[in-house]
C-alpha cells in the first residue's frame, strides 16, 4: 500500500517510461535551442515585427547605388551594355563617331548632351527611382535653396519661380523630400545617411562589445591584482570627458569612418566592462563551475562554455542600448561638424542644416522622424533578444 | 477535543489566485481550517504545496494585485480580516498576529543593531520608548535565551549565529505579546542541535504566554513532537486535518499515507574491511590563513579540517555527519583536489596530494561529485545533454557524436529520467529532478568513487526516500563507493556503512555505522543524535547555541 500511494506522488516524469530514441542526425542539424530561442523572438510581436522593417531598410540601403543615383543603373547603345552605376566610363565610350563635343572625362549623366547624344543613337537608359546621388546638386531649383519637396509646391511658388528666373513648375525634377541647402536632394542624402549611421553603430558596437566582454572577463575571471588595477585604470579613463576629447581628437586628426570609429572606440568599450567583470565575478563560485573542475574541464573551456554565455545575456541586454548610443555618437558628432568629412551624407548634418533653417521644417522633421524611428526600431528588437535568450522567460 | 476552546484563528474557504486570465494559477484552492487559543496547528505540505501562501494571506502579505483571494474568509477573534483596510491590518501584524520567517540570515535587517530593531517594534505598537523599551528589549532577550543580553543589545545581525538571528526574530514576535504566532518553517535553514533548541522555546513560551501557534513545516518528526493538530495540504488542497495522534496512527487519505511512509527506509550497504581502498587520506589538513595589516602577514589559520585521516573502501558508503561549519564539504572538495589542502591524498593507490589541475585530468574520470543545491548545480543555460556530455569531451574526446549520445541517453535511463527530453533546460525540472541530472553527469563517466554533497536535503520528504533509493540501487547495480556528507542524519542512516562525526573540522567519532547509530561513544555524537532523532535538547555546553 505504502509503495503504491508513493509512486501515485512520484514526479511525473520518473514515471513515464523512456521512450524510443530520436533519430540521431536531428542533434546537429536542428538546434532545438536555438530554435527555441527563435520561437520566444517570434512571440514577441512588436520586435519580430521590428527586426523586419529594419532588415527591409537596412538591406534597401545597402543597395542605396541603385535607388538614389545620378548615374543610370544600365544603358545599351550601340550594340554593348554599360553599367554606370558600377563602373565609370569616359563619355566618348558612347558616341560612335569621334566627337568634339567630349574629352574623355568621366561621364557626367546629368549632362543633356551626353544623354541626348545616346537617346539619338537609339540607347536603352535604365534610370534608379530617385535620380540624385547624396551629393548631387538640383541642377533646375524653383526657389532658392534649400527648396521645398516638389509635391508642397503652391501655385504661388510657381508665380515666384517664374518671375524670379527659377526654373517653371512644369520642368521640374522631383524632389520627394525637398533640397538641403547645398542643393541636394535630401532623401537620397537620408538612404545614404541612414546606411552609413547603421554600418558605423554596427561597428562599432560589434567591435566595442569584443573588447569590453574580453577585458571584464579577464578581470573577473582572474580577480586580485589584475582585477585591481584595470578597474582603477577605467575609473580614471571614464572620468575623462569623452565628448570635449572627441571634440579635440577629431579637430586634430582628419575625420573619416575609420578615424571616427578608431576615436569612439576609446571610450565605448568601458560601458560594458563592469557588467561583464560582475557576471564572471559572480559565476565563477557558482556549483556548476565547481562542477565542471569536478569533471577536469580546463580554465579556457569553463569561460567560454560556463561563464561567457552567462555573461552574454547581461550583455545582450545592453547591446541595443550600445547600438542606438553609437548611432547618437555619430549623428551628435556630425551635428556639431566635428564628425564625417563634409559633404558626407550624414543624419547628424541633416539636423544641423534642420536648426539653421527653421523656414524650411522638412529638414529638421525628416532628420527627427528618421532617427526617433530607427532608434525605436533597435530597442524594440533588443528588447526581443534580450526576452528570447533569458531561458526563464515565460511567454503566456 | 478542542471544542470548548476559544476559537483564535478560523479560516474558511480560502483560496489564493495568481496572475490573470488563462495563466491564473490557483496556489490555494478552498482551504477551511481553526486555531483554537493555546493551540499548535501544523501545516504540513511539499514546497509548492501552498502552505506558506496560506500563512501569508493571514498576514495580507501576498502581493497584491497580483494575488488575489477569489472566495474565502480569513476571522482572527471574530473580525474578518481579508476585507479589513490597509491601515487597521497593519495594527493587527506584528501586534496580534505575528510570524517568524525560514531564514534567518536574510529576515533581519543587516544596518541595524538588534536592540534597535526590536525597539521599533515597541514603538509602534506599544508606543514604548526610552529606557522603558530598553529595559524591555533585555527582557525579551533574555526570555528567548541569548546569553548576556545586555551585552549583545548593540551587536548586528551578523555577529549573531544562525539560531542565535532566529532567537532574535523570535524575541520580536513575542514582543507585542501576540495572539497567534505563525511560524513558517523557522528551523529549516538551522543545524539539528540548534534546532531542538529553538523548537524546544518555542514550545515555552507558547506554554507561558498562552499563545496560538501556526506552525509550517515539513518535517513531520516537528509535528509530532510539538503539535496538536495536524492539517495535511497537497496542491493547494487541505486533504486531511485532524489531531496529531489520530493522523499519524490513522492516516486517511493516500497522500498522507505517502508521506507518512516516506521516511528513507535504512539498508546500508554492508562495510567490507577486505576490500581495496578507494580513498585514503592521513592526517588532511585545509587551514586558511588570516591576513591582517598593510603587509598582509598571517596572523592564524581558521582550521576548516584539521588533521582528519579517512579511509574509504571499494563499494562503501562513508557518511559524513556534523553541524554546518564542521568542515564536511571542505573535507569532500580536498579529497577531490578541488581547493588546496595539506598531508598525502591516496585515490586507488596512486597518491594525488600536489598534483596540478591537468595532472589531476586522467583521475577526475574516476572521481565525482554531486552537489547540494540542485538548482546551482547545473549551469541554466546549458541544455540537459550538454550538461551532461561535458565530461565526456573532457575524457572520451574520440567518441563521436552517436556514441556520445547513447552515453547520455544511458546515463539518464540510468536516474531514472525520461531521455527524450535531453534538450530541455534545467530550469524545466523539478528539484527531485535535477538533482537526478547532476547524478547523471557524474554517472556518465562511470566512475568509481561519487563524493555526494548533501544531494538530499534541498528536496522533499517523498523525493528524499526516492532520491536514496536510487542512490542505493546505483551503488549496488554498479560497486559504486560513495561518500555521503549530510546533516541529515535520517538519510545518513539509510545509506551510510560507516559513518565520521566531525565537529570544528576534527573527527569526533568514527566506526560501523550500525554500532555508531546504536552506541555512540562521545557526548557530542549523542547529543547530535538525540536533536535528530527524538528532538530533544542537549546539556549545555556540549553543542554550540
Known amino acids: ?29 536542428l538546434s532545438p535551442l536555438n530554435k527555441r530561442r527563435w520561437e520566444n523572438f517570434k512571440l ?61 572625362t568621366a561621364a557626367d549623366y546629368r549632362d543633356d548632351y551626353l544623354m541626348g547624344l545616346i537617346k539619338k543613337e537609339g540607347g536603352a537608359v535604365l534610370w534608379p527611382p530617385i535620380r540624385f546621388s547624396y551629393n548631387t546638386q538640383v541642377s533646375k531649383p524653383p526657389s ?17 519661380a517664374a518671375t524670379h528666373g527659377f526654373a517653371k513648375c512644369g520642368e521640374l525634377e522631383y524632389n520627394w523630400l525637398g533640397t538641403d541647402d547645398g542643393g541636394r536632394d535630401v532623401l537620397a542624402r537620408l538612404i545614404y545617411g ?78 560594458l566592462v563592469g557588467l561583464v567583470r560582475a557576471e564572471f565575478l559572480r559565476g565563477r563560485n557558482f556549483e556548476y563551475i565547481q562542477a565542471a573542475r569536478a569533471l577536469g574541464v580546463s580554465n579556457a573551456v569553463i569561460i567560454f562554455r560556463h561563464l561567457l554565455p552567462n555573461a552574454m545575456v547581461a550583455t545582450m541586454t545592453f547591446l541595443p542600448f550600445i547600438l542606438s548610443s553609437s548611432v547618437m555618437t555619430l549623428t551628435a558628432l556630425d551635428f556639431l561638424g566635428f564628425g564625417l568629412p563634409p559633404g558626407s551624407p550624414s543624419l547628424g548634418e541633416l539636423l544641423s542644416q534642420g536648426k539653421a533653417n527653421v523656414q524650411a521644417p522638412w529638414l529638421g522633421l525628416t532628420g527627427f522622424f528618421s532617427i526617433a524611428i530607427m532608434l525605436s526600431l533597435l530597442i524594440f528588437i533588443g528588447e526581443a533578444v534580450r526576452d528570447a535568450f533569458d531561458p526563464r522567460k515565460t511567454f503566456r | 477535543m478542542t471544542g470548548a476552546r476559544e476559537t483564535v484563528l478560523s479560516i474558511r474557504d480560502l483560496s489564493v489566485a495568481f496572475g490573470q486570465g488563462p495563466g491564473e494559477v490557483l496556489a490555494v484552492d478552498k482551504v477551511s481550517f481553526y486555531i483554537g487559543k493555546g493551540e499548535t496547528v501544523a501545516l504540513v505540505g511539499e514546497s509548492g504545496s501552498g502552505k506558506s501562501v496560506t500563512a501569508l494571506s493571514v498576514m495580507k502579505l501576498l502581493p497584491y494585485p497580483a494575488a488575489r483571494h477569489p472566495s474565502g474568509s480569513i476571522l482572527f477573534k471574530g473580525r474578518e480580516l481579508l476585507s479589513m483596510e490597509e491601515r487597521e491590518i497593519r495594527r493587527v501584524r506584528g501586534n496580534d498576529i505575528t510570524i517568524v520567517f525560514q531564514e534567518p540570515m536574510t529576515s533581519l535587517n543587516p544596518l541595524h543593531t538588534i536592540e534597535k530593531q526590536i525597539r521599533e517594534i515597541l514603538l509602534i505598537h506599544q508606543g514604548l520608548a526610552g529606557e522603558p523599551a530598553r529595559a524591555r528589549v533585555i527582557d525579551l532577550l533574555a526570555q528567548v535565551g541569548i546569553p548576556d543580553p545586555e551585552g549583545r543589545l548593540a551587536s548586528y545581525p551578523h555577529q549573531l549565529s544562525g539560531g542565535q538571528r532566529q532567537r532574535v526574530m523570535i524575541a520580536m514576535a513575542l514582543a507585542n505579546e501576540p495572539d497567534l504566532l505563525i511560524a513558517d518553517e523557522p528551523t529549516t535553514a538551522l543545524d539539528v542541535t540548534v534546532q531542538a533548541q529553538i523548537l524546544k522555546l518555542l514550545k515555552d513560551t507558547q506554554t507561558r504566554l498562552g499563545m496560538s501557534m501556526l506552525f509550517i513545516t515539513h518535517d513531520l518528526g516537528i509535528v509530532r513532537k510539538l503539535a496538536d493538530r495536524i492539517c495535511v495540504m497537497h496542491a493547494g488542497k487541505i486533504v486531511e486535518q485532524g489531531p496529531v495522534e489520530r493522523v ?8 498522507t499515507r505517502a508521506l507518512l511512509a516516506a521516511e528513507p527506509k535504512p539498508d546500508p550497504a554492508p562495510p567490507r574491511p577486505q576490500a581495496p581502498v578507494v580513498v585514503k587520506t592521513d592526517d588532511l589538513k585545509v587551514w586558511f590563513p588570516i591576513k591582517r595589516g598593510v603587509l598582509r602577514k598571517v596572523v592564524g589559520h581558521i582550521k576548516a579540517v584539521d588533521g582528519v585521516s579517512v579511509e574509504i573502501r571499494k563499494g562503501e558508503t562513508l557518511g559524513v555527519v556534523g553541524e554546518s561549519g564542521s568542515g564536511k564539504t571542505t573535507l569532500g572538495l580536498a579529497i577531490l583536489r578541488l581547493i588546496s589542502s595539506q598531508g598525502p591524498v591516496v585515490f586507488m593507490g596512486h597518491a594525488i596530494q600536489g598534483f596540478k589541475f591537468k595532472e589531476m585530468r586522467p583521475y577526475r574520470r574516476d572521481m565525482q561529485i554531486v552537489f547540494q543545491d540542485p538548482y546551482g548545480s547545473l549551469s541554466p543555460r546549458m541544455s540537459v545533454s550538454d550538461i551532461i556530455e561535458e565530461g565526456l569531451w573532457v575524457h572520451q574526446p574520440n567518441l563521436n557524436a552517436a556514441e556520445r549520445t547513447q552515453r547520455v541517453v544511458a546515463a539518464l535511463k540510468d536516474v531514472g529520467l525520461d531521455p527524450q527530453a535531453r534538450f530541455r533546460y534545467p530550469h524545466e525540472y523539478s528539484g527531485g529532478q535535477r538533482q537526478r541530472i547532476a547524478l547523471a553527469r557524474a554517472l556518465v563517466l562511470e566512475p568509481t568513487f561519487i563524493v555526494l554533497d548533501e544531494p538530499t536535503s534541498a528536496l522533499d520528504m517523498l523525493i528524499q526516500a526516492q532520491m536514496v533509493d536510487l542512490l542505493r540501487d546505483l551503488q549496488k547495480r554498479r560497486d559504486l563507493t560513495y561518500m555521503f556528507i549530510s546533516h541529515d542524519l535520517r538519510v545518513v542512516a539509510a545509506l551510510a556503512s560507516r559513518l565520521l562525526v566531525l565537529r570544528n573540522g576534527k573527527v569526533v567519532e568514527e566506526g560501523a555505522a550500525a554500532e555508531l547509530f546504536k ?12 536533536a535528530a532523532f527524538k528532538l530533544e535538547t542537549a546539556p549545555e555546553g556540549v553543542v554550540a547555541q
Not at chain 1, 516524469?13 to 524510443?20: E, I, L, R
Not at chain 1, 520586435?47 to 543603373?73: H, R, T
Not at chain 1, 578597474?231 to 580614471?236: D, L
Request: with cysteine; proline share 7%.
Open chain 1, 1 to 29: 500500500m505504502d509503495a503504491k500511494a508513493r509512486e501515485d506522488f512520484a514526479e511525473a516524469a520518473v514515471d513515464t517510461p523512456a521512450g524510443s530514441l530520436q533519430p540521431l542526425i536531428f542533434r546537429f542539424t
Open chain 1, 44 to 104: 514577441n510581436r512588436r520586435g519580430y515585427w521590428s527586426l523586419w522593417i529594419f532588415l527591409a531598410l537596412f538591406v534597401i540601403s545597402l543597395f542605396a547605388e541603385f535607388i538614389a543615383n545620378d548615374k543610370p543603373i544600365y544603358i545599351n547603345v550601340n550594340g554593348h551594355w554599360y553599367v554606370p552605376a558600377l563602373v565609370t566610363y569616359p563619355d566618348t565610350a558612347f558616341a560612335k563617331d569621334k566627337d568634339p563635343n567630349l574629352f574623355g
Open chain 1, 144 to 160: 532658392p535653396f534649400p527648396s521645398k519637396p516638389t509635391w508642397m509646391l503652391t501655385q504661388k511658388d510657381c508665380e515666384f
Open chain 1, 194 to 271: 541612414f546606411r552609413i549611421s547603421v554600418l558605423f553603430g554596427l561597428c562599432l558596437t560589434i567591435v566595442s562589445s569584443v573588447v569590453g566582454v574580453a577585458a571584464g572577463a579577464v578581470q573577473g575571471y582572474f580577480g586580485g591584482w589584475t582585477d585591481l588595477l584595470f578597474q582603477r585604470f577605467i575609473e580614471i579613463w571614464t572620468s575623462i570627458p569623452s565628448l570635449y576629447l572627441l571634440l579635440i581628437i577629431s579637430s586634430v586628426l582628419v575625420p573619416g569612418f575609420f578615424v571616427l570609429l578608431g576615436i569612439l572606440l576609446l571610450f565605448s568599450w568601458v560601458s
Open chain 2, 248 to 255: 499519524f496512527t490513522a492516516p486517511e487519505h493516500p497522500y
Open chain 2, 519 to 530: 552506541a555512540p561513544q562521545s557526548d557530542y555524537t549523542r547529543a547530535l543524535f538525540a
